[in-house]
């Protein structure tokens, strides 16, 4: 099936509804199921249907116009995290039952108002923040080109004379 007017070809239902079901939560082998694919074979089409041009295309465009109508992108994303971040990092004074802040005792000597701040969540901001950005890598990468050369060893006939 061909759209005459873009010149892409068109998705088959079960295909259109596969792009749905995997725009709902990026579950490719749930998709699948979901758009009526048999359950046994589910993870491979699934895997199958994501390699097809026409599919990734739907994908891709369904994905931009949800963007566009959401106003959600990247920046968003980003500045939401780094918001986050900055309110974790806030700290609060620790007050005690009668609303006076509690004292502690610096590393200096000093006594001070005692802070509290969410290292757990502004951490796990910075985490998402440096994958994004690839400054932690579980996997190296190696892109280029590697050249071989084969030699094989010839025996040689012992009657042939070699100057």
């Given at each position: 099936?061909?759209?005459?007017?873009?010149?892409?070809?068109?998705?088959?239902?079960?295909?259109?509804?596969?792009?749905?079901?995997?725009?709902?939560?990026?579950?490719?082998?749930?998709?699948?199921?979901?758009?009526?694919?048999?359950?046994?074979?589910?993870?491979?089409?699934?895997?199958?249907?994501?390699?097809?041009?026409?599919?990734?295309?739907?994908?891709?465009r369904a994905m931009n116009k949800?963007?566009?109508?959401?106003?959600?992108?990247?920046?968003?994303?980003?500045?939401?995290?780094?918001?986050?971040?900055?309110?974790?990092?806030?700290?609060?004074?620790?007050?005690?039952?009668?609303?006076?802040?509690?004292?502690?005792?610096?590393?200096?000597?000093?006594?001070a108002p005692m802070w509290r701040?969410?290292?757990?969540?502004?951490?796990?901001?910075?985490?998402?923040?440096?994958?994004?950005?690839?400054?932690?890598?579980?996997?190296?990468?190696?892109?280029?080109?590697?050249?071989?050369?084969?030699?094989?060893?010839?025996?040689?006939?012992?009657?042939?004379?070699?100057?």
């Amino acid at each position: 099936m061909t759209n005459k007017a873009a010149g892409a070809v068109e998705l088959t239902p079960k295909q259109a509804r596969f792009v749905e079901e995997y725009l709902k939560d990026l579950n490719a082998t749930q998709a699948a199921m979901r758009a009526g694919y048999s359950e046994k074979t589910a993870y491979r089409t699934a895997a199958d249907n994501l390699k097809k041009p026409q599919i990734a295309d739907a994908i891709q465009r369904a994905m931009n116009k949800r963007s566009e109508r959401t106003q959600i992108d990247a920046d968003f994303v980003l500045q939401g995290i780094a918001r986050n971040i900055a309110r974790c990092e806030q700290g609060s004074p620790v007050l005690d039952k009668s609303g006076d802040p509690v004292l502690t005792e610096g590393p200096d000597g000093q006594i001070a108002p005692m802070w509290r701040y969410d290292p757990t969540n502004a951490l796990k901001g910075y985490e998402m923040l440096g994958r994004h950005l690839k400054m932690f890598t579980d996997k190296t990468e190696h892109s280029g080109e590697v050249g071989f050369v084969v030699q094989t060893a010839v025996p040689r006939d012992p009657g042939d004379d070699v100057e």
